[in-house]
C-alpha cells in the first residue's frame, strides 16, 4: 500500500526513483542494504508486473512483499501479522484440464516461500508484536483494540477480488480449510519469483476478516497500524540478515 511505501522511503534518504512500466521503483538502502522499493500496485497481474521488473531489470536476489489481507482462520484477528509458508491462487481453475487451483504447466497449486527468509521475516514480525508500544502510538492500539496482536505462519490466497462478504470467506473456508489470510496479489508474486529461482517471503497485517465488514475503517488501519508494522518489520529482517 503507499502509507507502507511512504514509511519505508522515509528510512531511505538516498532513494532515488525510476519508472519503468509506469511505476516508480526507488533505489537506494535500507539498514545499510542496497534495496530497490516499489509498489507491486493491487491484484495479481500489475503485482506479477511489478516483480517481474524487480528480478530482471534489477536483479533483485530476493523479494520481500508486504501489505494487508483478510483473516480466514480461527483465531486470525485484526491487527494479527500472517507470514506465508504457502501462496495459493484461490481464483485459479483450469479444470477439467487441469486440478482445481493448479497452475497450469508447473504442475503447482501451492507456491512454497523460502524458508530462511521467511524464518528472518517471522523473527522480526515476533520482535515488532512483543514490542507494540514501541510501534503503535496507544491511540492506535486503543481505537483497533490491538493489546494481544498475534504471528501466524501458514496458507495465504491471492485472488483478484476483495473478500467483502461473509458468504465468500466462508465459501473460501470450506475449499481451503487451512487457508490463514487472503489477499490480492502474494501468490502471483511468489510464482514469479519460482519462475525466477529467486527467494521470496511475504508478510501480511491482518486489517479485516474479509466479512461483510471488510471495508470498514480500511484506509485507517493501513496508515495507522499496517504501515508502521511493516517498516519495522523489514527493517528488522533485513538486519538479521
Ligand atoms: N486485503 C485486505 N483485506 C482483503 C480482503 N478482505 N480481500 C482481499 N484482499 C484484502
Redesign the pocket.
Given at each position: 500500500m503507499h502509507e507502507e511505501l511512504a514509511a519505508l522511503l522515509a528510512a531511505m534518504p538516498d532513494a532515488q526513483p525510476e519508472t519503468v512500466a509506469g511505476r516508480p521503483f526507488w533505489r537506494g538502502h535500507l539498514e545499510g542494504r542496497p534495496v530497490v522499493a516499489v509498489l507491486s500496485r493491487i491484484g495479481k497481474v500489475a503485482a506479477a508486473t511489478t516483480a517481474a521488473v524487480l528480478l530482471d531489470r534489477y536483479g533483485a536476489p530476493a523479494v520481500l512483499f508486504t501489505?494487508?489481507?483478510?483473516g480466514l482462520g480461527a483465531g486470525v484477528s485484526v491487527g494479527d501479522v500472517v507470514v506465508a509458508r504457502e501462496l495459493l491462487q484461490h481464483d485459479m481453475d483450469a479444470s477439467p484440464l487441469f486440478p482445481r487451483h493448479q497452475v497450469p504447466l508447473t504442475g503447482l497449486t501451492r507456491f512454497a516461500a523460502d524458508a530462511p527468509l521467511s524464518e528472518a521475516l517471522a523473527g522480526a514480525a515476533a520482535e515488532v508484536l512483543a514490542d507494540l508500544p514501541a510501534h503503535l502510538p496507544p491511540e492506535a492500539r486503543a481505537e483497533f483494540a490491538l493489546a494481544g496482536a498475534r504471528l501466524h505462519r501458514g496458507l495465504v490466497l491471492s485472488?483478484d477480488?476483495?473478500?467483502?462478504t461473509a458468504a465468500e470467506?466462508a465459501a473460501l473456508r470450506a475449499e481451503l480449510p487451512d487457508a490463514l489470510a487472503?489477499?490480492?496479489e502474494g501468490a502471483a508474486v511468489a510464482q514469479v519469483c519460482h519462475d525466477w529461482g529467486v527467494p521470496f517471503a511475504a508478510v501480511?497485517t491482518?486489517?479485516?476478516?474479509?466479512?461483510d465488514a471488510?471495508h470498514t475503517d480500511?484506509g485507517r488501519f493501513v496508515a495507522r497500524v499496517a504501515s508502521p508494522f511493516s517498516a519495522a518489520i523489514v527493517r528488522r529482517c533485513l538486519t538479521r540478515l
Open positions: 501489505g494487508v489481507a483478510g485472488g477480488r476483495f473478500v467483502a470467506s487472503v489477499e490480492m501480511r491482518i486489517s479485516d476478516r474479509a466479512d471488510a480500511f
